[in-house]
């Protein structure tokens, strides 16, 4: 009896023993693997820390998963190029054709830019089921037969830059479960689905697909238990009762949440295609014709029950329009002092009566808070200022002492006889109009980081401004200087200099947006508007353009009535009066400061959108050493500067985003750049990269959300679970129960984990 017993305890220990051994990394048994392995590190020119060329790669390269000694999962997603590779990178994923046991191959956010090759049709590795290249700037079309080999259950190709029309054919693999084509730029028709298996999730928002889609939309739906084909420009007809497709933002008619009719026409338009009628109501049926007198008896109390009730209307509009009258009047006399937004011609008549001096300091000037906590400027003397003292300063206006033309008139360097540098600008007859809001500006507030103006003159139809002279000229002339013009002989501005000018500028735009009644805008921040002191202190120039916010929220309807008169033109070559245009404005200044490519602030041609777009592309809030591709060459920080760099750049692609909502006010964006660490250290203790505010207008994270709702998907696991959730999913699903429904059943098959993990077994 005791010998059978030790049997059993001997071999339940051999069978443990062998399943430990099982479980534990079996190193490469495969020539071919072998060798696809390393053509695929020599072809991404991935780094010796991840992928050492010496050690096994089921054992010690990071992303690699093999069972039985072949490859069976592949995940180059959080990898990096070496230094010389990320100068060039390309799609070059020929050698996974040789992986052939290969089950799943995950390269999201990792860049592989330039088109799929045909053979990802032909010749994908038979048991290959989940493909995610999602963000990897893939370009091209999608091939015709993609799908055709291989047993592909999940392809993730969402935001990447793929064009021309979506195959049908992948529309019908029967093997397939997820497929999320959003955010790229597929066009064409939406083609119709034939019989298949059942499927999960299909998603191609984000696109430009059109056409009419009424049946294929319900094809998908037969197909897949959630369909999102909205931001597109699809027609027909769509009830949207069904909560598992969202159509928003397209053409159709009959559902809420669609495109206007004129962006619709537009877009069919420039694409040659005809935008399908929307269908006219039914015709009421006829009814019986009350008798005559009955007729008019109900027609004559209608109508005096409408002319008793805008007779109403109109009294209360008189009403409410004298009591803002009257209480604009009563602020006039009591106050004594004039809005920005004076009447620019009366403005301009009476400062044109004669032209003897108005010298600012001898008007009251309201001090703003922060500005009585700083020091105040020495204002030099100028005595009794006049036009000739001006002309001698100027040397009569010579081209020799001509700094710039502005545009809103010419500026010159100057010296008084008392020997006081001043800075003059002489506007024209035709420019003379857009001057009236600065000095309306300058006759109510200074502030310690505004340029100060010292006196204005009138000589015919030209005016003539003095202002503070600044040693160190503007921003554009001391970021990169000859070294010559310094004592110590740097040929650029150092960081902790950088910094401090632009947290100088953004407390200018804090005191403009928050501290000013009514709220200003600047409108033309630019490097050459930022002007610097002997000590390179901010004094923000070029204050030409300001004028109150334009904001509907925070003005009643009457207000607005009374102001509309001296609104600013609208038209499209005006710059915005929004607090929004001039954080944008500021974005560029910041990424000047951190590249050293100076003049992109002060334009708008496509040479420099494209450069914006490049640059803040390659910023990336995961990587800091993403920085070391755009950062001034000139510019020398060590380690830790070199984070505060990163974290600044990150501001500025904040401040850059192309939907004004997105963009944080100033005082967020001073808060950030006071302590810049802030922004990656807490992004990264969260595991999000975000550094929240409780601004109503948005938050440092979404201004980095591509667009892309859906940034991964849950792979099963061998024990049939799904993987933790590390993010959100977003849906553009607005109102009621069927939005609700929709976000709910999409966030049971589609959380959003960052990358896929290593060790899933599919």
């Known amino acids: 009896m005791l010998p059978r017993r030790l049997l059993l305890a001997a071999v339940a220990i051999l069978a443990a023993v062998a399943a430990a051994v099982a479980q534990q990394p079996q190193p490469l048994a495969s020539r071919s693997d072998r060798a696809g392995l390393h053509s695929l590190r020599a072809s991404l020119g991935l780094r010796a820390r991840d992928w050492p060329l010496k050690a096994d790669p089921c054992t010690a390269w990071a992303g690699v998963t093999c069972r039985a000694g072949r490859v069976v999962s592949l995940t180059v997603s959080g990898l990096r190029r070496t230094r010389l590779a990320s100068r060039a990178p390309a799609f070059s994923l020929d050698a996974l054709q040789t992986l052939t046991s290969l089950e799943l191959f995950n390269a999201s956010h990792f860049p592989l830019p330039g088109p799929l090759p045909p053979w990802f049709a032909t010749a994908l590795p038979p048991p290959l089921a989940v493909l995610d290249l999602r963000s990897a700037s893939v370009n091209g079309t999608l091939p015709a037969d993609l799908g055709a080999s291989g047993n592909l259950t999940r392809l993730?190709?969402?935001?990447?830059?793929?064009?021309?029309p979506l195959p049908g054919p992948l529309l019908s693999v029967r093997t397939l479960r997820v497929l999320d084509l959003s955010a790229n730029n597929l066009t064409g028709a939406l083609p119709n689905v034939s019989l298949?298996?059942?499927?999960?999730?299909?998603?191609?928002?984000?696109?430009?697909?059109?056409?009419?889609?009424?049946?294929?939309?319900?094809?998908?739906?037969?197909?897949?238990?959630?369909?999102?084909?909205?931001?597109?420009?699809?027609?027909?007809?769509?009830?949207?009762?069904?909560?598992?497709?969202?159509?928003?933002?397209?053409?159709?008619?009959?559902?809420?949440?669609?495109?206007?009719?004129?962006?619709?026409?537009?877009?069919?338009?420039?694409?040659?295609?005809r935008l399908v009628d929307i269908p006219a109501p039914p015709t009421p049926s006829p009814q019986p014709q009350p008798s005559s007198d009955k007729s008019q008896k109900i027609s004559k109390n209608l109508l005096i029950g409408i002319i008793a009730a805008a007779a109403a209307l109109m009294a209360l509009f008189l009403l409410a329009l004298l009591l803002c009258y009257m209480r604009r009047r009563r602020r006039q006399r009591g106050g004594g002092t004039r809005g920005v937004e004076t009447n620019e011609e009366a403005a301009r008549g009476v400062r044109r009566r004669d032209s003897s001096v108005n010298p600012v300091a001898s008007s009251p000037v309201a001090m703003s808070p922060t500005a009585s906590t700083t020091p105040k400027d020495t204002l030099p003397d100028l005595g009794d200022l006049s036009f000739e003292k001006l002309v001698h300063a100027t040397g009569g206006f010579a081209d020799d002492n001509l700094l710039k033309h502005g545009h809103s008139g010419d500026i010159y360097h100057g010296v008084l006889e008392n020997g006081v540098d001043v800075i003059v600008k002489k506007i024209g007859a035709k420019s003379a109009n857009k001057n009236s809001g600065e000095l309306d500006f300058y006759s109510r507030y200074t502030h310690q980081r505004i340029v100060p103006l010292l006196g204005h003159l009138a000589n015919g139809d030209e005016e003539f401004l003095a202002y503070k002279y600044m040693p160190k000229a503007d921003l554009t002339n001391a970021l990169h200087k000859k070294p010559v013009d310094t004592e110590d002989g740097l040929p650029s501005l150092d960081w902790i200099t950088r910094l401090k000018i632009a947290i100088g500028v953004a407390e200018a735009m804090c005191f403009l947006h928050d501290e000013c009644s009514p709220p200003l805008v600047h409108r033309d921040i630019q490097a050459s508007s930022v002007l610097l002191d002997d000590k390179f202190e901010v004094r923000l120039g070029s204050m030409s353009n300001i004028c109150a916010q334009q904001s509907a929220g925070s003005q009643n309807v009457f207000s607005r009535i009374l102001r509309s008169s001296k609104s600013l033109d609208k038209n499209a070559s005006v710059p915005p009066a929004t607090s929004s245009y001039d954080v944008y404005c500021f974005g560029k200044v910041i990424l000047e400061l951190v590249t050293g490519n100076f003049g992109v602030s002060g334009s708008n041609n496509a040479g420099s959108e494209e450069w914006l777009a490049n640059t803040t592309n390659r910023i990336s809030v995961n990587d800091k050493d993403s920085i070391t591709n755009i950062i001034d060459p000139l510019l020398i920080v060590d380690e830790d500067h070199l984070e505060e760099v990163w974290a600044v750049a990150i501001v500025a692609k904040t401040c850059l985003n192309s939907k004004p909502s997105r963009r944080p006010s100033a005082r967020y964006v001073l808060k950030a750049l006071e302590n810049p660490l802030r922004v990656v250290r807490a992004g990264s203790r969260s595991n999000s990269a975000r550094l929240r505010s409780s601004s109503s207008r948005s938050s440092w994270q979404s201004a980095f959300v591509q667009g892309n709702r859906y940034q991964s998907y849950e792979i099963m696991s061998a024990s049939g679970r799904m993987l933790d959730r590390r993010g959100s999913v977003r849906s553009h699903i607005s109102g009621g129960e069927a939005s609700s429904s929709f976000k709910r059943s999409l966030r049971e098959i589609a959380p959003d984990p960052q990358v896929l993990d290593e060790d899933v077994v599919v």
């Open 196 to 273: 298949a298996a059942a499927a999960e999730l299909f998603n191609v928002s984000g696109n430009s697909l059109y056409g009419v889609a009424t049946y294929a939309v319900g094809a998908l739906k037969t197909r897949f238990r959630l369909v999102d084909v909205s931001a597109n420009y699809l027609d027909g007809i769509w009830d949207g009762s069904d909560a598992t497709v969202d159509v928003n933002t397209n053409c159709f008619s009959g559902v809420p949440a669609q495109r206007s009719r004129v962006d619709c026409e537009e877009f069919y338009t420039r694409q040659g295609a």
């Open 156 to 164: 993730l190709l969402s935001g990447n830059r793929l064009s021309g």
